[in-house]
């Protein structure tokens, strides 16, 4: 089994800052992309940041210049750091593992459960 547990969330007033981190734990063979997805109250979820297995990054436009996802391969971790905080940006966040738990096993792509972030004075 694989699970993916994310860690970081809570209450930050607007202009503040999180980190949030998110570790993979299980039968794990190798890890690929891993991402960062969010989705608040009556909206679909939608990407929020991701990065490769050699370190390229991709970010919704909304959050270029505030947030940063970075891993950690020793530890199958990884993180956002979340700075300059919106009201808007209240959600839950979820991270994914694009990853061959055994070899010879196909890809795929494995959820956490979420962690909620809510921004408000």
């Known amino acids: 089994q694989v699970e993916l547990v994310e860690s970081g969330g809570g209450l930050v007033q607007p202009g503040g800052s999180l980190r949030l981190s998110c570790a993979v734990s299980?039968?794990?063979?190798?890890?690929?992309?891993m991402a960062w997805y969010r989705q608040a109250p009556g909206k679909q979820r939608e990407l929020v940041a991701s990065?490769?297995?050699?370190?390229?990054?991709n970010y919704a436009d909304s959050v270029k210049g505030r947030f940063t996802i970075s891993r950690d391969n020793a530890k199958n971790t990884v993180y956002l750091q979340m700075n300059s905080l919106k009201s808007e940006e209240t959600a839950v966040y979820y991270c994914?593992?694009?990853?061959?738990?055994?070899?010879?096993?196909?890809?795929?792509?494995?959820w956490g459960q979420g962690t909620q972030v809510t921004v408000s004075s």
């Open positions: 299980g039968s794990i063979f190798s890890i690929n992309a």
């Open positions: 994914n593992a694009d990853m061959i738990t055994h070899w010879g096993f196909p890809r795929r792509v494995y």
């Open positions: 990065i490769t297995g050699g370190d390229s990054t």
